[in-house]
Nanobody
Protein backbone atom coordinates (compact mmCIF):
# COMPACT_ATOMS: atom_id res chain seq x y z
CA UNK A 1 0.00 0.00 0.00
CA UNK A 2 1.51 3.30 -1.14
CA UNK A 3 0.72 6.53 0.65
CA UNK A 4 1.62 10.17 0.05
CA UNK A 5 1.46 12.37 3.13
CA UNK A 6 1.71 16.15 2.80
CA UNK A 7 2.65 18.66 5.47
CA UNK A 8 3.58 22.32 5.77
CA UNK A 9 0.41 24.15 4.81
CA UNK A 10 -1.01 26.98 6.86
CA UNK A 11 -2.04 30.62 7.07
CA UNK A 12 0.47 33.32 6.10
CA UNK A 13 0.39 36.94 5.06
CA UNK A 14 1.08 38.15 1.55
CA UNK A 15 4.79 38.27 0.82
CA UNK A 16 5.67 35.52 3.27
CA UNK A 17 6.96 32.01 2.55
CA UNK A 18 5.91 28.42 3.17
CA UNK A 19 7.52 25.07 2.51
CA UNK A 20 5.39 22.06 1.66
CA UNK A 21 6.63 18.49 2.02
CA UNK A 22 5.23 15.24 0.71
CA UNK A 23 6.62 11.88 1.79
CA UNK A 24 5.88 8.62 0.01
CA UNK A 25 5.78 5.33 1.87
CA UNK A 26 5.00 1.71 1.12
CA UNK A 27 6.38 -0.98 -1.13
CA UNK A 28 7.98 1.34 -3.68
CA UNK A 29 10.39 0.22 -6.38
CA UNK A 30 10.92 3.56 -8.02
CA UNK A 31 9.39 7.03 -8.15
CA UNK A 32 9.30 8.80 -11.49
CA UNK A 33 7.77 12.26 -11.81
CA UNK A 34 6.61 13.99 -8.62
CA UNK A 35 4.55 17.12 -8.58
CA UNK A 36 2.34 19.60 -6.83
CA UNK A 37 -1.15 20.62 -7.92
CA UNK A 38 -3.61 23.05 -6.42
CA UNK A 39 -7.34 23.47 -6.42
CA UNK A 40 -9.77 26.16 -5.34
CA UNK A 41 -13.51 25.56 -4.91
CA UNK A 42 -15.36 25.52 -8.21
CA UNK A 43 -12.23 25.18 -10.32
CA UNK A 44 -10.27 22.30 -11.77
CA UNK A 45 -7.11 21.05 -10.15
CA UNK A 46 -4.11 22.62 -11.86
CA UNK A 47 -0.43 21.81 -12.07
CA UNK A 48 1.84 24.04 -10.01
CA UNK A 49 5.19 22.34 -10.53
CA UNK A 50 6.69 18.95 -11.31
CA UNK A 51 10.10 17.33 -11.18
CA UNK A 52 11.20 14.23 -13.07
CA UNK A 53 13.44 11.47 -11.75
CA UNK A 54 16.31 13.06 -13.69
CA UNK A 55 15.66 16.44 -12.09
CA UNK A 56 13.88 18.23 -14.94
CA UNK A 57 11.58 20.87 -13.47
CA UNK A 58 8.40 22.28 -14.94
CA UNK A 59 6.51 25.25 -13.48
CA UNK A 60 3.20 26.95 -14.13
CA UNK A 61 3.81 30.46 -15.45
CA UNK A 62 2.17 32.10 -12.45
CA UNK A 63 4.70 30.61 -9.98
CA UNK A 64 7.92 30.93 -11.98
CA UNK A 65 10.51 32.83 -9.99
CA UNK A 66 8.55 32.43 -6.74
CA UNK A 67 8.21 28.66 -6.18
CA UNK A 68 10.91 26.00 -6.26
CA UNK A 69 10.31 22.27 -6.43
CA UNK A 70 12.90 19.75 -5.26
CA UNK A 71 13.11 16.11 -4.26
CA UNK A 72 15.12 13.86 -1.99
CA UNK A 73 14.98 10.36 -3.42
CA UNK A 74 16.59 8.78 -0.35
CA UNK A 75 13.69 10.10 1.72
CA UNK A 76 11.13 9.57 -1.06
CA UNK A 77 10.06 13.17 -0.48
CA UNK A 78 9.19 16.09 -2.70
CA UNK A 79 9.24 19.70 -1.52
CA UNK A 80 7.67 22.94 -2.70
CA UNK A 81 9.35 26.11 -1.48
CA UNK A 82 6.89 28.98 -1.92
CA UNK A 83 8.07 32.57 -1.58
CA UNK A 84 6.45 35.96 -2.19
CA UNK A 85 3.07 34.38 -1.63
CA UNK A 86 -0.01 36.16 -2.95
CA UNK A 87 -3.66 35.91 -1.90
CA UNK A 88 -4.40 34.23 -5.25
CA UNK A 89 -2.09 31.37 -4.20
CA UNK A 90 -4.72 30.37 -1.65
CA UNK A 91 -5.80 26.80 -2.43
CA UNK A 92 -5.60 23.20 -1.34
CA UNK A 93 -2.26 21.86 -2.53
CA UNK A 94 -2.00 18.21 -3.54
CA UNK A 95 1.08 16.07 -3.98
CA UNK A 96 1.20 13.66 -6.92
CA UNK A 97 3.66 10.94 -7.87
CA UNK A 98 4.09 8.31 -10.54
CA UNK A 99 5.25 5.26 -8.58
CA UNK A 100 6.38 1.80 -9.60
CA UNK A 101 5.49 -1.05 -7.26
CA UNK A 102 6.05 -4.80 -7.31
CA UNK A 103 3.00 -7.02 -6.90
CA UNK A 104 4.07 -10.63 -6.94
CA UNK A 105 6.30 -10.74 -10.00
CA UNK A 106 4.54 -7.91 -11.78
CA UNK A 107 5.85 -4.34 -11.91
CA UNK A 108 3.13 -1.70 -12.07
CA UNK A 109 3.16 2.04 -12.55
CA UNK A 110 0.38 3.97 -10.87
CA UNK A 111 -0.52 7.57 -10.17
CA UNK A 112 -0.88 8.45 -6.49
CA UNK A 113 -2.29 11.52 -4.73
CA UNK A 114 -1.91 12.92 -1.26
CA UNK A 115 -4.83 14.06 0.86
CA UNK A 116 -4.15 17.76 0.30
CA UNK A 117 -2.94 20.57 2.53
CA UNK A 118 -4.57 23.99 2.82
CA UNK A 119 -2.54 27.09 2.04
CA UNK A 120 -4.19 30.40 2.87
CA UNK A 121 -2.56 33.74 2.07
CA UNK A 122 -4.13 36.83 3.61
CA UNK A 123 -3.75 40.30 2.12
Amino acid sequence: QVQLVESGGGLVQAGESLRLSCAASGSILRIETMGWYRQVPGKQRELVASISSSGYRNYADYVKGRFTISRDDAKKTVYLEMTSLKPEDTAVYYCNADIYTLTGTRVRSSDYWGQGTQVTVSS
